[in-house]
């Protein structure tokens, strides 16, 4: 029997299947339409985060699991937030004009340049100089193959990945060790104590109250996950190297309920270990190794911070050739064969919303809530891992719905849009589709600007 992709992300999880039956969906359809099941996965990643929410909810209370209730609408407009975001009813800045397909001698080749130092890299290893125009990065990846630009590119630090299709992934190295990876990576490290939750307080039934995580993410997929827990009560810090700001629509988008600061690793070792000393959760986003120097990795952690959920997120997994390289979900499209399905005469496609990175970032906060109710049963530093080739893989091989009746027709965004003021000025968001009985409606607040607020706990 092929399970509903709730029920798929819920078993990659670890959760009870017996709790499947307290969620209710909304069935829309024109909601992330697409030839791959694109709705259907979005609403597998959202409805197990909801459900592992609803669930830690009822640990704290001692009460049922409370209904969670999804809508496919809700789903969809959270997943392309970074669309519907409005700053002073202004749009957000979208692809850096080098961050796009481009033909090669045979084929195709996508590039990934929004951060400067990415374009500068990219432009290197081509041989340009740094100001290098599109038509003349264009001209210069025409003269070769595909896979010579992906090394190239790639050796020079840049993100350059060649247009394959899923069967040549498949065969590929390292699609074959993404394959043989679980979508949700789950490991115990030692015997710390059982977590003792407090009870929850009045309004809103936040499952995260009282938790503090390090978010040291970037981009969209880690930053999604820390969101959402924001959303749930956590009180969430943001850390970035002061030599490496996000970009500034960026970090409005995913930055709603959390704090942002700046500390550079080497030299702010004292500061970092005073706030691991009362953190309950890290969160990291980097190449994997790439935070090690720094004694992050996860054991390192367990040894200075027992009981703490350490959950790494990365592009292509943690094993494989290509385990230490970059990668973004544009990317990550491009190389599982994605962009071929959804291309249009020959030329490559893409999903209607940057779902893996969605979709991974909503199934990393359901991973890291899990693992604290597993901490409220058994203990445990707990240690999570996360991919966006692994969901891509989920992607790529599920299967179409057929004969699933829609309850409702995707109209637009508009009933899952909220607007506040804030610091940044009048915004204009997207709302979490993450909804169950009791719970939390919205963030509590609107993000600041980048790296102001202090390197502490409140």
């Not at 789903?75 to 009813?89: K, M, N, P, Q, Y």
């Not at 993000?447 to 607020?453: E, L, Q």
Request: aromatic residues 6%.
């Amino acid at each position: 029997m092929t399970l509903s992709p709730v029920a798929y992300a819920w078993d990659a999880l670890g959760g009870a299947p017996a709790l499947i039956s307290r969620v209710s969906a909304v069935v829309r359809d024109g909601a992330l339409d697409a030839r791959l099941p694109v709705r259907e996965v979005a609403r597998g990643c959202a409805g197990a985060c909801a459900l592992a929410a609803a669930e830690l909810a009822a640990v704290r209370t001692g009460g049922a699991v409370p209904v969670v209730r999804l809508d496919d609408g809700a789903v969809a407009t959270a997943f392309t937030s970074e669309r519907h975001l409005r700053v002073d009813g202004r749009a957000p800045v979208g692809f850096a004009p080098l961050s796009r397909f481009w033909r090669t001698t045979d084929g195709w080749v996508r590039t990934h340049a929004n951060y400067p130092h990415h374009r500068a890299r990219l432009t290197a290893a081509l041989g340009l100089p740094a100001d290098a125009d599109a038509e003349t990065v264009g001209a210069a990846l025409a003269e070769r193959p595909a896979s010579v630009a992906e090394e190239s590119v790639t050796a020079a630090g840049g993100l350059a990945v060649a247009l394959r299709t899923t069967p040549e992934w498949a065969a590929h190295a390292q699609g074959a060790a993404v394959a043989g990876m679980p979508l949700v990576a789950a490991e115990r490290l030692d015997e710390a104590p059982v977590r003792n939750f407090a009870a929850p307080g009045g309004g809103p039934l936040l499952p995260a109250a009282g938790l503090r995580v390090l978010d040291l993410t970037r981009v969209i997929a880690g930053p999604v996950a820390t969101r959402t827990l924001a959303l749930l009560g956590a009180d969430v810090l943001r850390l970035d190297a002061p030599s490496l700001p996000e970009l500034p629509d960026q970090h409005v988008d995913t930055g709603f309920g959390k704090r942002s600061a700046v500390l550079d690793l080497a030299t702010g070792r004292g500061t970092f270990e005073e706030l691991l000393a009362r953190a309950d959760v890290v969160v990291t986003g980097y190449r994997p190794g790439a935070l090690d120097r720094f004694g992050l990795g996860a054991r390192a952690l367990a040894e200075r911070r027992p009981g703490l959920v350490v959950a790494r997120l990365s592009a292509w997994g943690e094993d494989g050739p290509w385990a230490g390289r970059r990668g973004f979900d544009s990317l990550v499209q491009a190389a599982t064969g994605i962009a071929v399905t959804e291309g249009t005469d020959g030329r490559p496609g893409a999903l209607p919303a940057q779902a893996l990175d969605h979709g991974t970032g909503h199934l990393l906060a359901a991973a890291v809530l899990r693992a604290l109710t597993e901490q409220s049963r058994r203990g445990g530093t707990r240690l999570l891992r996360l991919s966006l080739a692994r969901t891509a893989h989920w992607l790529t091989g599920a299967p179409r719905p057929d004969g699933i009746p829609a309850d409702a027709v995707h109209e637009g965004p508009e009933p899952w849009l909220g607007l506040t003021d804030g610091p940044l000025g009048r915004l204009r968001y997207a709302r979490s589709p993450v909804v169950f009985d009791g719970g939390p409606r919205d963030w509590t607040r609107p993000p600041g600007p980048w790296g102001a607020d202090p390197a502490r706990w409140t």
